[in-house]
């Protein structure tokens, strides 16, 4: 089992950046394909960025590809989601969480061990 801490949201303008980490503990971080996903008030939680174990391959939500990236530090048993050109319609509450499932990986059923989540709003 593995707990996972996310740090890095917070209020940033239209066209900004911010960069999201997401601590692992407590299990074999480097063992687990990992996601990020998000919500907004009222919405479903969705599929943002995904990355295999190895960071060898990764896969985006079309609308953030482009202007996101998702990579790893399995040294540092750390995720990462580097956002860029943020969108008032990426403000949400950012969540990471370990791919357990063998399913589609845009879906939140096959991940297990969510973070808290962390804060991001975008102002316009």
């Known amino acids: 089992q593995v707990q996972l801490v996310e740090s890095g949201g917070g209020l940033v303008q239209a066209g900004g950046s911010l960069r999201l980490s997401c601590a692992a503990s407590?299990?074999?971080?480097?063992?687990?394909?990992m996601g990020w996903f998000r919500q907004a008030p009222g919405q479903e939680r969705e599929f943002v960025a995904y990355i295999s174990w190895s960071g060898g391959r990764t896969y985006y939500a079309d609308s953030v590809k482009g202007r996101f990236t998702i990579s790893r530090d399995n040294a540092k048993n750390t995720l990462y989601l580097e956002m860029n050109s943020l969108k008032p319609e990426d403000t949400a509450v950012y969540y990471c969480a370990a791919f357990i499932g063998s399913g589609s990986y845009y879906s939140p059923r096959e991940y297990d061990y969510w973070g808290q989540g962390t804060q991001v709003t975008v102002s316009s």
């Open positions: 407590g299990g074999t971080f480097r063992r687990y394909a």
